[in-house]
T-cell receptor
Framework: KNQVEQSPQSLIILEGKNCTLQ??????????LRWYKQDTGRGPVSLTI?????NTKSNGRYTATLDADTKQSSLHITASQLSDSASYIC?????????????FGTGTKLQVIP | NAGVTQTPKFQVLKTGQSMTLQCAQD?????MYWYRQDPGMGLRLIYY???????DKGEVPNGYNVSRLNKREFSLRLESAAPSQTSVYFC????????????FGDGTRLSIL
């Protein structure tokens, strides 16, 4: 069964600190992995995408890594800000008969406190 | 830039009532999607439309119908609402290409009593 598991479920950190969120998946055949940020009461917004050949990609203070061999990804947030408080969702895509099938993780809820 | 617009934002229904959730996008995207988001679960696909004039079932289609009215609009209908359909519903749209992101609306929060 295609699954995407994220850890931790929730996390509280002090403003200015770094944190790393984890994503493990069993989706196959792998197409790409995307991290979304979902603010409370809003829809998810794409942060970054990783394809099979990419190991690391940065978007400002967000850095995503991908190990396609172990089927793991991480999202590292540097120098956290209050505005980083949100849920972060890992989404893995696979190709299925010419159609892209997407599996969503349950998310990690991050709270950044002053 | 409006992006993806969903209406209404909130709705309370009684069991057995019907309603239609509206979604419109102004990005000229071909593909549109309806998801539901429940506590402790990832977003689950209800229906999608790969292009104007086509619709297909997703993971959890039972109890729902959809209409791709034109390229911009994709509506979701609950014919006879049930408490199990209490959820937050998200509409998304996407440009063609496997590596393109989905663009989401801000959701409709639906409670069924």
């Amino acid at each position: 069964k295609n699954q995407v598991e994220q850890s931790p479920q929730s996390l509280i950190i002090l403003e200015g600190k770094n944190c790393t969120l984890q994503c493990n998946y069993t989706v196959s055949p792998f197409s790409n992995l995307r991290w979304y940020k979902q603010d409370t009461g809003r829809g998810p917004v794409s942060l970054t995408i990783m394809t099979f050949s990419e190991n690391t990609k940065s978007n400002g203070r967000y850095t995503a890594t991908l190990d396609a061999d172990t089927k793991q990804s991480s999202l590292h947030i540097t120098a956290s800000q209050l505005s980083d408080s949100a849920s972060y969702i890992c989404v893995v895509s696979m190709n299925s008969g010419g159609y892209q099938k997407v599996t969503f993780g349950t998310g990690t809820k991050l709270q950044v406190i002053p | 830039n409006a992006g993806v617009t969903q209406t209404p934002k909130f709705q309370v229904l009684k069991t057995g009532q019907s309603m239609t959730l509206q979604c419109a996008q102004d990005m000229n995207h071909n593909s549109m999607y309806w998801y539901r988001q429940d506590p402790g679960m990832g977003l689950r696909l209800i229906y999608y439309s790969a292009s104007e004039g086509t619709t297909d079932k997703g993971e959890v289609p039972n109890g729902y119908n959809v209409s791709r009215l034109n390229k911009r609009e994709f509506s979701l209908r609950l014919e006879s609402a049930a408490p199990s359909q209490t959820s937050v519903y998200f509409c998304a749209s996407k440009r063609g290409g496997f590596n393109q992101p989905q663009h989401f609306g801000d959701g409709t929060r639906l409670s069924i009593l």
